[in-house]
């Protein structure tokens, strides 16, 4: 860090989380316009992010104890809002999932929760709701690494910054198109309502794709934190044709963003391109991914057309960007 850490910074985030926590409703019983307890919420919320886990899994996550945690679930059962299967891996363990209704509720959360605070980012001008965006990941990723070790604070020395524990490969690894597919899925689906046939698209496009890795204009890259795929980057270099790559299936799961695994998956990617005489680097997203548009523009990437799409059910605004050598 450049600069060391005032007490005066401490205070401010301190005062603003404070704020954050009243004004989001997170002291009341109830939360996000449901019946349901705040613990609760976010129980629904990680389960529905995970697909599924265990119930030591979710203890660890929301920090609370197994026996809160095991009459918490209690109660989600008796509301069929969950549902309890065997672990493949261990008889002993349970794996609990998201019952329909229960994922009906956690869209309904998704949409009360994206409507409070679209409220909230649409009375800032774009500068001021870029700052929140950004800080607001940044914090969340820093509080994460503090929480898992890697990150100790120490009064008079500053914190000390360490990343997580996490490997590029290049090249496939099976179960790598499920895996990714999934990623693409679950992320979509709850940040941007897309519909499942998004989800089966991706996959079916990696299973056009992997089969051509043979050839040495194609590479996959996989980002690993012990053992498990946790992010995905692609160079198709025979799609488009005429000298152009095609960068595709850009994707960090979300406890590893912030920790620069992004940015080494998008340079890898980057290289590869230049190191074999690519012409142009062609990518397509949409408006909205701020953090992933600031990532593409330091690597050179600029925006070359933008055009409202509707292919999944609704408008939105596409892009396409383009890094030239």
């Known amino acids: 860090m450049s600069a060391s850490l005032k007490h005066s910074d401490i205070h401010s985030v301190r005062d603003a989380s404070r704020r954050m926590v009243r004004h989001l409703g997170f002291m009341q019983q109830t939360l996000a316009g449901t019946e349901l307890s705040p613990s609760a919420v976010h129980a629904i919320i990680e389960i529905g992010a995970s697909g599924s886990l265990t119930a030591n899994r979710l203890a660890q996550i929301l920090l609370l104890e197994k026996s809160t945690v095991s009459r918490l679930l209690a109660r989600l059962l008796e509301r069929g809002l969950i549902a309890e299967s065997v672990h493949d891996g261990d008889g002993r363990s349970k794996l609990i999932s998201l019952t329909e209704a229960g994922l009906a509720l956690l869209a309904d959360i998704d949409r009360f929760a994206n409507l409070q605070v679209g409220r909230a980012l649409h009375s800032l001008n774009a500068d001021k709701r870029q700052v929140v965006v950004e800080g607001l990941d940044a914090y969340a990723c820093a509080l994460a690494q503090m929480r898992g070790g890697a990150q100790l604070y120490h009064p008079g020395n500053g914190p000390t910054n360490n990343v997580a524990d996490s490997e590029i490969l290049e090249g496939f690894l099976p179960g790598a198109i499920g895996r990714i597919a999934e990623m693409h899925g679950r992320y979509y689906a709850r940040a941007w309502g ?109 925006l070359a057309e933008e055009w409202v799409g509707a292919q999944w059910g609704f408008e939105l605004p596409e892009q396409r960007f383009v890094r030239r050598v």
Do not use: M
Request: charge should be neutral; proline fraction near 4%.
């Open 194 to 302: 897309f519909p499942p046939i998004f989800e089966a698209k991706v996959a079916a496009g990696l299973a056009d794709f992997v089969p051509r890795l043979k050839r040495p204009a194609n590479r996959l890259w996989l980002a690993l934190q012990n053992g498990e795929i946790k992010g995905s980057a692609a160079i198709d270099g025979e799609d488009l044709g005429g000298g152009r790559a095609h960068l595709r299936w850009v994707i960090v799961e979300h406890d590893l963003r912030g920790t620069g695994t992004g940015r080494r998956l998008v340079a890898e990617a980057v290289k590869f391109c230049d190191d074999h005489g690519f012409a142009e680097i062609h990518l397509w997203t949409f408006r909205g991914l701020d953090a992933a548009r600031k990532l593409y523009e330091s690597f050179g990437f600029e």
